[in-house]
T-cell receptor, first 113, second 113 residues
Framework: DGGITQSPKYLFRKEGQNVTLSCEQN?????MYWYRQDPGQGLRLIYYSQIVNDFQKGDIAEGYSVSREKKESFPLTVTSAQKNPTAFYLC????????????FGDGTRLSIL | GDSVTQMEGPVTLSEEAFLTINCTYTATGYPSLFWYVQYPGEGLQLLLKATKADDKGSNKGFEATYRKETTSFHLEKGSVQVSDSAVYFCALYSSNTGNQFYFGTGTSLTVIP
């Protein structure tokens, strides 16, 4: 079945450490997105990519970095510069300019040790 | 810019009650509209969609009609079940906005037996 796989499901970060969240899709979608969700809150866009080797900052990109070397993969690195990283991170994908919905992974919950 | 305003929760209903969750939008052009559902600890799942004015999206007993004159896309269900307890998000996509999706803040629904 086609879908989006996020891993790991739970992740713990130590002070001063960078951690990378994985997102892989086999839907053949060109666009991929990373959102942050805090408890009881909506989604905030971190980064998005509409094509391989290109990506744009969203509303809260500070302290995060991404790469898009393959169409299927869009990993997110939470750097030590992100001082409040505890949140639920959601990856999504879609076909641009198609009016079709985004598809979401099951999320990664990141906590601070 | 484009945005979605969603009815604040939480909403608590008894089983078999009628559900309405309000959603209004602001957009340039002709957006597509979506409702997503999120169960605890999971990603967002598409519930229904409508891509043009007067379209009605429906799924699992839920319905929403794209009303251009009132810029609304209210979610309704005639008889809710305990299993409908979740967080519901209204979302908008417009190709005018750089291929981004805009989400409401989410409405938490709890259905009690």
């Amino acid at each position: 079945d086609g879908g989006i796989t996020q891993s790991p499901k739970y992740l713990f970060r130590k002070e001063g450490q960078n951690v990378t969240l994985s997102c892989e899709q086999n839907l053949n979608h060109d666009a991929m997105y990373w959102y942050r969700q805090d408890p009881g809150q909506g989604l905030r866009l971190i980064y998005y990519s509409q094509i391989v080797n290109d990506f744009q900052k969203g509303d809260i990109a500070e302290g995060y970095s991404v790469s898009r070397e393959k169409k299927e993969s869009f990993p997110l690195t939470v750097t030590s510069a992100q001082k409040n990283p505890t949140a639920f991170y959601l990856c999504a994908s879609s076909n641009p300019y198609s009016n079709q919905p985004q598809h979401f992974g099951d999320g990664t919950r990141l906590s601070i040790l | 810019g484009d945005s979605v305003t969603q009815m604040e929760g939480p909403v608590t209903l008894s089983e078999e009650a009628f559900l309405t969750i309000n959603c209004t939008y602001t957009a340039t052009g002709y957006p597509s509209l979506f409702w997503y559902v999120q169960y605890p600890g999971e990603g967002l799942q598409l519930l229904l969609k409508a891509t043009k004015a007067d379209d009605k999206g429906s799924n699992k007993g839920f319905e929403a009609t794209y009303r251009k004159e009132t810029t609304s896309f209210h979610l309704e269900k005639g008889s809710v079940q305990v299993s409908d307890s979740a967080v519901y998000f209204c979302a908008l996509y417009s190709s005018n906005t750089g291929n981004q999706f805009y989400f409401g803040t989410g409405t938490s629904l709890t259905v009690i037996p």
